[in-house]
Each structure stands twice: as structure tokens, then as C-alpha cells.
């Protein structure tokens, strides 16, 4: 796509200001990095506070009777007011067409969608279910970090007796937010939808902060990953069950078998056969043991020379707060888990070592 | 010192050839957090990938500018790849590379023709 063709942020202006570097992403002319680097912007996130702009995103409202439920397995019906979940819709063949987030709020039900997913997912829920409204006039902003809460609540002092996952609605300046206590770092923090009108004053109160700083794409995808969170599109898609993704956890316990309200929701029966007996592929986490990072994409074998591969790399860098490189891969369920692998780097095998997820430990407020 | 178009700097002590990225390349990488030197006594030809460089987001490749046996790689770069971002133009050289024909230096760029390349 030529840059011309890219959508800009409402806040385009004021991440230039700050020196934000751009890129095409889903669409969109998005700040990928700003002065700091996203090695210092990974690490300033880790120990402060980071300020992303996720305005990309997709923000969707549906009513709250909604039958919701019969595209994603997650416990809907269940979702008490001011609380949100994580969830996926899910294809026929039980793969993952997106993640996203589900708040009940007053008025109904509130969606966060993946970017690259949006036009997909708006005409999926509009194909099957009333009362579709998508929320084109707010931008949406991540604050996260350790003192992510104490930063926000300089503005907003109620934001402090939030617990993890909750949602609400806030006012500040006269602007309604819908707030949740969430993000996809690893670290505690807060996404905050805002009228795009008051956007930009709001970043500007929150930058004004010495614990803030404005943080890129780039530094988001390595927190991400450092975290143990998969991406849509690198480490879940149409082909990849949620199962398979590590992602069992969020397929709620009323939608499983034996539940209230067991199945339902597309896919059903293989990802209920997959809880109960298995999937094909599991994913794990891998360190490589030297310094080269591995890369999405990169084969995976058991042996310096076994013939064909048991999996690939999905997503990989380097981790700035762990200081070295790491992985999410998806290998053969029967790959035993306690021996070393190989990833196969510009044709050489390099061993990898299988560990447990997250890669650092995470910082949410229960 | 003489430049390429691809954003490496080579500097002649008789025919042999040191060679790094520029600055402007470093920043322009980001966060090196690795680099992958070829091995001394390679015999290379102008074109072949012989580094790759892996930042924080990406890993990109450095090309032989020249047709000349690897004599010396610079190995501070496997314990602190971080030396490409702190002193890209000194330090952080990558390789030495001996060459037979002098002349080839010639088809490269000066400073000078190099700053206004990259705008500077």
C-alpha cells in the first residue's frame, strides 16, 4: 500500500511532535517508534509507564441481550456489569478468526478488535447477530507500566480501586472514558477509550507526567512477546485452534462440555474434542542459546539432523527486559517437552531450549 | 574514507579494507542486539551477504563491496553488539578485507557525496 492510501491517527499530529518514526500497519500510518528507541521505550514501559496509541483497533457496541455467545466460546451471559474477558471468534473448523476484549457496560456490550480484523470481524457479527454498532468518532489509548495506575489516577483518582479486568466509565474534563484496567504487555495498566475531539489533551495531561512517555508499536509487539501473549496473525489465524495457541484458559468452564451452556459458538465440537483428548500442535516457548535472535518462520527439529521439521517459530526477537533472545513456536503435540531443540538459522541448527511462558513475570493488579 | 550506497564505510591501510555501517545506517537499524560476523580467510565476492545484523525488530544484511579475503573480523562486536549504535563509524567496524585490485575503491562515493545522499 502507498503511504497515501494510509489512514491517520487522530493523534498523527501530536506523535510527530514527539518525534515519532511511521509505519504502515493494518491500514494505518502508525508510530513504530519515538526518540527513546524501542529498546529504551520496552524497557522505560517496564518500570514506569508507557503511552500507546491503539486507535487502530476496532471498538464495537452491541446491545445487552446480544446472542454474542454463538460466536465465541466464552461466558457472555455470565459477564457482570463493569467486567470484561478475553475472548475469540471462532471458524467452523474451530480456528481463530481474532481475539478480542468483551465488557458488559451499562449499555450493552463493548468489543475491542484487532485492526487487521476489523472489516472481517464488523461484517461477521453484522452476518449474524442485531444491532451492530461500530464506534468510529473515539480513539483508543493503552497506559501501562507499574505506574501506570498512579500516573492516571493524578488525572482520574477513582481509577485506583479498579481491579484487573474491570471496566468502567469515567469522566474527566467533562469527556466521558470508558476504562478498563487491561492491555497487552504483561504489565499492569489501563485502556481508555476517549471522543476523538479530547484525545489529544488528554495524551498531552498524561505526557506532561515525568512517569509517562510515548511508546511505539515496536516496543509493543517485544512486551507482547516477552509476556507470553500471542499475537493475532503471527501466532493465532484461521489455521491455528485455540487450543493449539495455549489459549484453552479463555474458553469460558459454562461452554465446555458439561456446562450450562456447552458449545454453540463455531468450532464447537472440535474444540471440545481438542480440551477433552488433545490437539494436534501445542505451542511452547522457546530460548535460543545463543545470541541470534530467531525470527517467525524459522523450522524447528528435534535433532541437529533430524530430516523434517516438527514445528516453526510463530513469533520471535529479542527481549529487552530478559536480555536475550525468545520465541513462541508451534510444534507437534508428541514433541517431548523437556528436550532441547532446534531452530534452523540461514542453514544452521541452533539449539533452543523449551521453557515455560512468560518469558518475564507479569505485573497485573488482581 | 570512501562510502557505498548501501550505507557502509570502508577505510584503506594499503589494500586492506576496513569495513563498517554509517552511522545514519545504525540509527536508521535501531537497537543492534546481535551480529553475525563471517569467518576469517573467507574468500568473498562483491555482492555476497556476508553479516547479518539483527536489531531489536529486524535483522538486515551487509553485502561485500569489494573482491578480497576476510583477514580480520571484529569480534567485541559478538559480546556487545550495542557497539553498532554507540560507534558505528570507530569502534564497531566489522571485518578487514584484503584486496587485490586498489581500483575498485574507486567507484565508491566520498563523504561529501555520501552526506548529500542521505540528505544531510
Not at chain 1, 252 to 269: I, L
Request: aromatic share 6%.
Amino acid at each position: 500500500m502507498a503511504e497515501g492510501d494510509l489512514k491517520t491517527l487522530a493523534l498523527a499530529d501530536l506523535h510527530a511532535e514527539l518525534g515519532g518514526k511511521f509505519v504502515g500497519f493494518a491500514g494505518y500510518a502508525m508510530p513504530v517508534q519515538y526518540p527513546l528507541g524501542v529498546m529504551g521505550e520496552h524497557l522505560w514501559t517496564r518500570e514506569s509507564a508507557g503511552l500507546f496509541d491503539v486507535s487502530h483497533m476496532g471498538q464495537v457496541m452491541l446491545p445487552g441481550d446480544s446472542d454474542l455467545e454463538t460466536l465465541v466460546p466464552v461466558d457472555v451471559a455470565g459477564l457482570a456489569e463493569g467486567r470484561q474477558r478475553y475472548g475469540f471468534f471462532t471458524n467452523d473448523a474451530g480456528g481463530v478468526l481474532d481475539d478480542l476484549m468483551i465488557a458488559r457496560v451499562p449499555d450493552g456490550l463493548f468489543l475491542v478488535v484487532n485492526a487487521g480484523c476489523k472489516d472481517a470481524d464488523i461484517a461477521h457479527l453484522r452476518a449474524h447477530l442485531d444491532g451492530v454498532r461500530v464506534i468510529e468518532d473515539r480513539a483508543l489509548l493503552a497506559l501501562q507500566g507499574p505506574k501506570a495506575e498512579a500516573a492516571l489516577a493524578a488525572l482520574i483518582p477513582e481509577v485506583a480501586d479498579m481491579r484487573f479486568m474491570d471496566s468502567t466509565r469515567m469522566a474527566w474534563n467533562g469527556a466521558e472514558l470508558w476504562i478498563s484496567r487491561s492491555g497487552y504487555t504483561g504489565e499492569d495498566g489501563f485502556e481508555i477509550s476517549i471522543p476523538e475531539g479530547r484525545a489529544e489533551a488528554f495524551a498531552r495531561a498524561l505526557l506532561e507526567d515525568e512517569r509517562v512517555e510515548p511508546i511505539g508499536l515496536g516496543a509493543r509487539d517485544s512486551l507482547r512477546l516477552e509476556a507470553g501473549l500471542p499475537l493475532y496473525g503471527q501466532d493465532m489465524d484461521p489455521s491455528v485452534s485455540p487450543i493449539e495457541a495455549g489459549q484453552a484458559w479463555a474458553i469460558s468452564k459454562v461452554r465446555r462440555s458439561g456446562g450450562d451452556r456447552a458449545g454453540g459458538f463455531p468450532g464447537a465440537d472440535t474444540l471440545l474434542d481438542q480440551i477433552a483428548n488433545g490437539a494436534p500442535r501445542r505451542r511452547v516457548g522457546l530460548l535460543p542459546e545463543g545470541r541470534a535472535p530467531m525470527r517467525t518462520g524459522v523450522e524447528i527439529f528435534t535433532s541437529p539432523d533430524a530430516p523434517t521439521p516438527i514445528g516453526k517459530i510463530t513469533s520471535g526477537g529479542f527481549g529487552p527486559t530478559l536480555g536475550a533472545p525468545m520465541a513462541l513456536a508451534l510444534v507437534a503435540s508428541d514433541t517431548p517437552g523437556d528436550i532441547p531443540l532446534y531452530g534452523e538459522v540461514r542453514g544452521k541448527r541452533l539449539p533452543v531450549a523449551q521453557v515455560k511462558l512468560p518469558f518475564t513475570p507479569p505485573g497485573f493488579k488482581r | 574514507m570512501k562510502f557505498t550506497e548501501d550505507h557502509e564505510w570502508l577505510e584503506a591501510d594499503g589494500n586492506i579494507i576496513t569495513v563498517g555501517i554509517t552511522e545514519h545506517a545504525a540509527t536508521q537499524l535501531g537497537d543492534v542486539v546481535y551480529v553475525e560476523l563471517p569467518e576469517v580467510e573467507t574468500q568473498v565476492s562483491k555482492g555476497d551477504e556476508i553479516v547479518v545484523i539483527e536489531s531489536v525488530k529486524a535483522a538486515s544484511d551487509i553485502i561485500a563491496p569489494l573482491d578480497g579475503e576476510i583477514v580480520e573480523v571484529n569480534d567485541a562486536l559478538a559480546d556487545k553488539p550495542a557497539l553498532v549504535n554507540e560507534d558505528a563509524m570507530g569502534a564497531a567496524w566489522f571485518f578487514k578485507i584484503k584486496i587485490d585490485d586498489l581500483d575498485a575503491l574507486d567507484e565508491y562515493i566520498s563523504e561529501e557525496e555520501y552526506k548529500d545522499l542521505i540528505g544531510e
